[in-house]
């Protein structure tokens, strides 16, 4: 087990729209500190909401800690502070692979099906992360012939990702949450082992809820209401008891 407090921050290594990561003086581990950004649209609506970074920091590292102990293997290692967290040293692979529940978001408008749809056979879709071409939605071949990743590591993803659908379906539906869809980013540690990397968030998430269908993600951000969205991922930290009632 590592020791949180022998680890010292060093460089920043990159900035990304809602994350910064830097370097450690171990080189197996990195710091992994959360802004204060909300984003929508690819990036194209980008505000600072104060605060956010705390909260969702304390929602993954809830769901990390959740997966580690299920025995999925993730990045986190432990959280170090309010935006900060520890974390293995990984090659981000360029891919942002979705899980649906639910019809919602760019599959209801790309295929022209009403949100709220029940999907039986969860859908896996594979974004390529490339900001010039506005992560455009690619296929397994497409992915393997770009040179990202290979089908034997394709297959090896499919498998943790629909593992992790099962658990987190059933975890939020016990605090009366419907997982719809969600985004999850992989990367390879130092022995090519891939983990769960990144982040699960109600920025990577949609969270419906159970009786009342309230959106209880950042819907309502990427539509353009009012609604305070802190006031939301409050209500998260609550159902997962992180924050008392
Ligand atoms: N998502 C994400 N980052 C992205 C795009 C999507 O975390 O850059 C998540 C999003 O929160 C939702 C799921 O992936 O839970 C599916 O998103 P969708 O393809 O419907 O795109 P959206 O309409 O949300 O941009």
Not at 60 to 71: E, H, R, V, Y
Not at 95 to 104: D, G, H, W
Not at 150 to 177: A, G, M, Q, T, V
């Amino acid at each position: 087990m590592i020791m949180s407090t022998s680890i010292i921050k060093k460089n920043l290594l990159l900035e990304g729209k809602t994350k910064k990561i830097y370097a450690t003086n171990n080189p197996f581990y990195v710091i992994v500190h959360y802004k204060d950004n909300i984003t929508a649209s690819n990036g194209l609506k980008n505000n600072f909401l104060q605060d956010k970074g705390i909260f969702n920091n304390e929602i993954t590292t809830f769901i990390f800690n959740f997966l580690n102990s299920c025995g999925i293997r993730t990045h986190f290692v432990q959280k170090k502070n309010n935006r900060e967290q520890l974390c293995h040293k990984v090659n981000m692979i360029p891919l942002e692979f979705v899980v649906r529940n639910i019809v919602a978001g760019s599959m209801s408008k790309r295929l022209g099906i009403k949100e709220g749809k029940y999907i039986s056979n969860a859908i896996f879709e594979i974004f390529y992360k490339n900001d010039k071409l506005k992560d455009p939605l690619i296929n397994d071949h497409h992915a393997v012939f770009l040179n990202i990743i290979s089908y034997e590591e394709l297959n090896i993803i499919y498998h943790i990702i629909s593992n992790i659908n099962k658990i987190l379906k059933k975890f939020f539906l016990d605090k009366n949450i419907i997982l719809v869809d969600f985004k999850m980013e992989f990367g390879k540690n130092d022995q090519n082992k891939i983990l769960l990397s990144d982040e699960i968030s109600p920025d990577t998430c949609r969270f419906w809820d159970k009786k009342t269908k309230k959106k209880l993600d950042k819907d309502p951000f990427r539509i353009g209401l009012k609604e305070n969205i802190l006031d939301i991922y409050m209500e998260i930290l609550k159902r997962l008891n992180v924050i008392k009632n």
